[in-house]
């Protein structure tokens, strides 16, 4: 299983960037996948989900409606779209899988493959 971000950059405030996240899950379909980003001394924090078909995102209430979670189920890919970017969303972004029904955004532990992050930031 593996998972590689990428998309990550520096921009300034008010700016936008989109983020990718290519996995290689036997039936990607099958599998729950989210966003988190962790700033410095800051605990790994969930910015978005999307459920197995597609439908049904959630957003943390700190990027909603500036970002935007979408997948391809046949290029096996997850994107976020960012835009309208802010200094506070400056930190490393990880994507994060997991089989079945969405973990909690509010709980990361509880997702179970990860990628190795992708830096953003915004100045």
């Known amino acids: 299983v593996q998972l590689v971000e990428s998309g990550g950059d520096s921009v300034q405030a008010g700016g936008s960037l989109r983020l990718s996240c290519e996995i290689s899950l036997y039936i990607y379909s099958s599998y729950c996948m989210g966003w988190f980003r962790q700033a410095p001394s800051k605990e790994r924090e969930g910015v978005a989900r999307?459920?197995?078909?597609?439908?049904?995102?959630k957003y943390a209430d700190s990027v909603q409606g500036r970002f935007s979670i979408s997948r391809d189920n046949v290029k096996n890919t997850l994107l976020l779209q960012m835009d309208n970017l802010k200094p506070e969303d400056t930190a490393m972004y990880y994507c994060?899988?997991?089989?079945?029904?969405?973990?909690?955004?509010?709980?990361?532990?509880?997702?179970?493959?990860w990628g190795q992050g992708t830096q953003v930031t915004v100045s």
């Open positions: 994060a899988a997991d089989r079945g029904v969405c973990p909690q955004l509010s709980r990361p532990e509880d997702w179970i493959y």
């Open positions: 999307i459920s197995r078909g597609g439908a049904g995102a």
